[in-house]
């Protein structure tokens, strides 16, 4: 990875002395003659340390370390200056100079500065990259609940996890497909490296190359810069390509060629780059049909398929909907401010009844929602109610009194719907986002319901 280095300075021998040495201890080096010729041209250059003389006519190398820290904080500021200056040069470490160089320069004290600087930077980025993903959901835990199939699930992660196989999740919208993947990654011997996840469906084709594989500048309109794409920012570690089923027949060939070669060609570049990420791809569609019908190479399929997570959907797995919404709600009641939040028997009972055909995602909504809506820490069934499609999947059991009232509301909604539907169930099952089993017991067992409910009044009735 080259480095880039500003440097600022009105001298052209130490301008032209930096660019010898810094290109020869491997660094990519740009030189200019004064601080606004550098705040003009910085956008362009996008330097990761600048190095800039402190005396210069008009704008001094403080005012422009003072514009660099409120404008691009990122950027690292090394100010040179003479020995008779150095509390000019303390003046500028307070107020943000990464170092100094002290003048005349030699080529140790340049190296070592610049190489200390580089690994720092490396170190805070490592760092932000930990905290802003500490919170993000990859943990194990999350993934176990009671059902053997996720039990499974979990140690096949574990074990894929030391190596670096390319891995295809397959699953239903919502069943958390990235969840896995980010399982996968932070339990391997590479946690510490990117996890970088791009949303294949929301890449136009146009800028597929470009976003996967970067570009060079001057490669087409709009490029002023090199830039890298998410297979280098990578690094070591993992991209995650969700919905790969949706990928265009060219752009898959392009893949391929990353997955058999190991390079990619950033748009405009003449040489290859090697590139080291381990590939998950996840993706909700019928990768076979898709080869079959000739919309997916089947070279690809094979590539990405080395090995497959496959994540049932959640109305299969119905005793982990306890667990999953106990998690689930302490997480949205940490981040909403709501302590205490519980859902009592009678909410469960609601929730475990549903199909949820929008699985985890669509559950964890439904909390959240109702976490809103709540003014109590108890969150009611009527909270999830309000949700129509959630109304539609209560159980109710004979002789409860409110479970037949809410099974009469359940049934004259779905005839509704069967109505606008012109009697088709099928259709109508999928207005209403249930199966077709489903929408026959709503209809079928509520009959059974009222009749018990009947017989439940005869039998109080003999008794007084």
């Not at 470490?93 to 005349?104: E, I, R, S, T």
């Not at 190296?111 to 500490?134: G, M, T, W, Y």
Request: hydrophobic share 40%.
């Amino acid at each position: 990875m080259t480095h880039r280095v500003l440097v600022v300075d009105d001298d052209r021998a130490v301008r032209e002395s930096f660019e010898r040495q810094l290109t020869m201890l491997g660094y990519e080096p740009t030189t200019v003659e004064g601080a606004e010729q550098a705040m003009r041209s910085l956008h362009d250059i996008a330097p990761c340390i600048v190095i800039t003389d402190v005396r210069m006519p008009e704008v001094s190398g403080l005012e422009l370390l003072s514009w660099l820290r409120e404008r691009v904080p990122d950027i690292d500021v090394i100010v040179m200056t003479a020995h008779q200056d150095m509390n000019t040069a303390l003046a500028a470490m307070k107020n943000g100079a990464y170092d100094y160089l002290v003048k005349p320069l030699d080529l140790d004290q340049i190296e070592l500065v610049l190489a200390r600087c580089i690994r720092d930077r490396a170190l805070r980025r490592k760092v932000r990259r930990l905290a802003s993903e500490a919170a993000e959901p990859y943990e194990l835990q999350r993934l176990v609940g009671c059902d053997p199939q996720m039990i499974e699930i979990s140690k096949v992660i574990a074990s894929v996890a030391a190596t670096r196989t390319p891995v295809l999740v397959r699953g239903e919208t919502g069943t958390g497909k990235e969840v896995v993947a980010r399982g996968i990654h932070y339990n391997s011997p590479w946690a510490d490296e990117p996890f970088i996840a791009v949303n294949c469906t929301a890449v136009p084709e146009a800028l597929f190359e470009s976003e996967l594989f970067g570009h060079m500048r001057g490669a087409f309109t709009g490029a002023t810069s090199d830039r890298k794409g998410r297979f280098e920012l990578a690094g070591m570690g993992t991209i995650f390509l969700d919905e790969i089923g949706d990928v265009s027949l060219a752009c898959q060939a392009k893949l391929l060629r990353v997955l058999q070669e190991g390079e990619i060609y950033p748009v405009g570049a003449e040489r290859p780059r090697r590139v080291s990420a381990r590939v998950i791809a996840a993706t909700h569609r019928p990768l076979e049909q898709l080869v079959r019908e000739g919309r997916m190479r089947e070279d690809l399929y094979f590539r990405l398929r080395v090995l497959e997570i496959v994540i049932p959907p959640l109305r299969d797995r119905p005793g982990d909907i306890r667990v999953l919404a106990e998690k689930l709600l302490a997480r949205a009641a940490h981040a909403l401010h709501k302590p205490g939040a519980f859902i009592p028997d009678e909410a469960m009972r609601l929730l475990e009844s549903y199909d949820w055909p929008g699985n985890v995602r669509e559950l964890e909504n439904a909390l959240t929602r109702a976490l809103v809506l709540s003014r109590t820490p108890a969150l009611s069934r009527e909270h999830f109610a309000l949700d129509g499609a959630l109304l539609t999947s209560a159980k109710p059991g004979p002789g409860d009194a409110d479970d037949v009232a809410l099974s009469s509301i359940v049934r004259a909604h779905a005839e509704r719907v069967l109505a606008s539907a012109d009697g088709n169930k099928t259709h109508a099952a999928r207005l209403l986002r249930i199966s077709r089993q489903r929408l026959d017991r709503i209809l079928n067992r509520d009959d059974e319901v009222m009749n018990g409910a009947d017989r439940t009044d005869e039998r109080n009735g003999m008794h007084q």
